[in-house]
């Protein structure tokens, strides 16, 4: 018998998509309980639809077992990114990917860096400036809120190359002068 074929009423997850007016779906609540389960990282369509076909049990009945399809599987990306559950970016190479929306902010400031693609948060390099960005990125999201503007996000992001990426280059560059 598969874990939670039923819904269940105190399911975060649940709880979550009734909150912002989304069916509760099986494949609603494999998608945004995968990305849920991995804050951290952030997945394209493809990724996600992999990642959600090797998470499915092999012998398993019901919502596990069934392969989503990949119209739906775009189609719940939206919704979930339209009612702000999920944080859309646009990574170096222009392709969409999602995360689950960390739950205190909205807008998390972060690095992307164009050479090694790791992408980071900057709260720690940038410590009170990085506050600073979050709370202006609040308070611009309530003010358009209180508009009426609806299902909002915020991306900050800031791309170049990483301090790790750039000494690598320094130090080739030393190496290639000296020889
Ligand atoms: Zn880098």
Known sequence: MPPTTLSNPTDPIDALLSAHGLRRTGAARRVLGWLLAHPDISYTHAQLQ???????????????????????????????????????????????????????????????????????????????????????AQNALQALNALGYQGLSLDLAVRGVCADCATAATITRIHETAS
């Open 50 to 136: 992999t990642a959600l076909q090797s998470d499915s049990m092999p012998d398993g009945q019901g919502e596990n077992a069934a392969t989503l399809d990949r119209v739906t599987l775009y189609r719940l990306i939206d919704r979930l990114t339209q009612v702000g559950l999920l944080l859309c970016r646009v990574d170096a190479n222009r392709v969409r990917r999602y995360q689950a929306m960390p739950a205190s902010v909205h807008a998390l400031p972060h690095f992307e860096c164009q050479s090694c693609h790791r992408d980071q948060p900057l709260q720690g390099a940038l410590q009170g400036n990085a506050f600073d960005l979050e709370v202006a």
